[in-house]
């Protein structure tokens, strides 16, 4: 019975770390892409006319 309960213990500890595992590669996956984003709306506001900047900050472009 102990080995069960021992086999179940450790299941469940690599279970969570896995877990903790995917939950630090989404926190650094998404700080990127956030990165890339700012790099991104830095150039699209450099290479666009100044009068549409008001079009883009109600971000009704959002999906660009």
């Known amino acids: 019975m ?8 450790n ?5 969570e770390k ?4 995917l939950e630090d590669m989404i926190d650094e996956r998404s700080a990127a ?4 984003k700012e790099k ?6 450099s290479l666009m006319p100044k009068y549409l900047f008001p079009v883009f900050e109600l971000e009704i472009f959002d999906f660009l």
Do not use: V, W
Request: net charge negative.
């Open 40 to 45: 991104t709306d830095k150039l699209l506001y």
């Open 11 to 15: 299941m469940l500890e690599t279970m």
């Open 18 to 21: 896995y877990g903790q595992t």
């Open 2 to 9: 102990d080995d069960s309960l021992n086999i179940i213990d």
């Open 33 to 36: 892409l956030l990165k890339e």
